[in-house]
């Protein structure tokens, strides 16, 4: 029996003399960009949203606003069928777009010029975090997925480290949700209590860059930190979270490496050793290190870069059952929490190291 499509429709002909024509009334499967044109506008509307959340309340970044408002709107009903090729198009294509494009914002000679104390001291704190996170995890009794998910953020750079991996570990919405508000509840407890701490502790401002930029979920939530104890402190722990976002690549590629190693032909096959956006990412990293970006393309990718990542997160958030979340809820915070207290006092170790006086 061969199938033909006429008119949409999809015709099955068995072959012979006198052949026997059947129309299905199922239409074929749609292709082209209009299907995803709904979905798109949706989450351009969902990013607009979170944007002006955020000039709102600056201490909430839009990619969390925007996971939120795609949550909600699909709990209460108001996620249609039509929207769906285009949310999932926005959540796995603009998602790995913006990865690539998180790599114009890193030059290596900014990394350099931290020392290479310091350097150490950032890779054994990302090093400590996400094994020991995602060991925590397991010990906890939740999923592989969520503690891996857990880990990256807590490690690397919040939401968008979350939304970077979920593209090879392929988890569940709720997971990706689970990660993320937790890195903005957490993020958002030490802009408060760092700070507080200094004054205790006596860190100069530059220690206290370190410390900010090593422990401290979020970007946002580094400079909000940060900034309390000055400039200085500041341009410190922006760098110092930038060599963080660094090891996104080889953390990604690791796992990936794993996941190789495991996977079978009811998995899809083996995934790439080095996954395409990943390999896009530390091909912006080189051209922004050998000064081939022009500073005036800078600001205008970081705005691309921002945008993309709060439309694959509003269009995840679409696909979380809030009733499936709560179910590890509590688990999840106590993992929050203990993942928290184990990157700030290991950075805080290397800190005092590096600074005898403090």
């Known amino acids: 029996m061969t199938c033909h499509e006429i008119g949409g429709y999809r015709t099955n002909i068995t072959p012979g003399r006198n052949a026997d024509m059947t129309l299905s009334t199922a239409p074929a499967p749609a292709t082209g960009i209009r299907p995803l044109l709904p979905g798109l506008a949706v989450s351009a509307a969902g990013v607009a949203a979170a944007t002006g959340i955020n000039a709102l309340l ?3 970044s839009p990619l969390m606003a925007a996971v939120v408002l795609g949550a909600l709107m699909a709990n209460l009903g108001a996620c249609p069928a039509v929207l769906r090729p285009g949310l999932a198009f926005a959540s796995r294509r603009l998602l790995r777009l913006g990865v690539v494009l998180l790599g114009a914002q890193l030059a290596v000679r900014d990394v350099l010029a931290l020392g290479l104390p310091v350097v150490l001291l950032v890779v054994a704190t990302v090093a400590v975090a996400f094994s020991g996170t995602w060991w925590l995890g397991r010990r906890l009794g939740l999923g592989r997925d969520l503690s891996l998910l857990v880990a990256t953020g807590f490690a ?10 979920n593209g090879v570990a392929d988890g569940e919405e709720e997971d990706v949700m689970t990660a993320i508000a937790l890195v903005t509840l957490f993020g958002s407890v030490c802009i408060v209590a760092l700070p507080l701490l200094q004054g205790v502790l006596r860190l100069p401002a ?11 979920h ?7 930190t940060a900034q309390t104890a000055g400039t200085a402190a500041l341009a410190t722990a922006v760098v110092v979270k930038l060599t963080r976002v660094v ?9 990936s490496v794993l996941r190789r190693r495991t996977a079978g032909p009811r998995t899809g096959g083996k995934p790439p050793i080095v996954p395409l956006f990943v390999a896009g990412f530390l091909a912006m990293v080189a051209l922004r290190s050998l000064g081939a970006l022009p500073t005036a393309w800078l600001a205008p990718l970081k705005t ?6 709060t439309a694959a997160l509003f269009a995840m958030g679409t696909a979380v059952n809030l009733r499936a979340l709560t179910r590890t809820g509590r688990r999840a915070v106590v993992l929050g929490a203990l993942s928290t207290a184990l990157i700030s006092l290991v ?4 800190v005092m190291v590096l600074t005898p006086g403090a």
């Open 58 to 60: 600056p201490t909430v």
């Open 156 to 165: 690397i750079c919040g939401a968008a480290a979350v939304a970077a991996m």
């Open 206 to 216: 530059e220690g206290f860059g370190v410390w900010s930029g090593a422990s401290v």
């Open 218 to 224: 979020e970007v946002a939530q580094v400079v909000a």
């Open 247 to 255: 090891l996104l690549a080889p953390l990604i590629a690791g796992v």
């Open 304 to 309: 691309a870069e921002t945008l993309l990542f």
């Open 347 to 350: 950075a805080l170790g290397g």
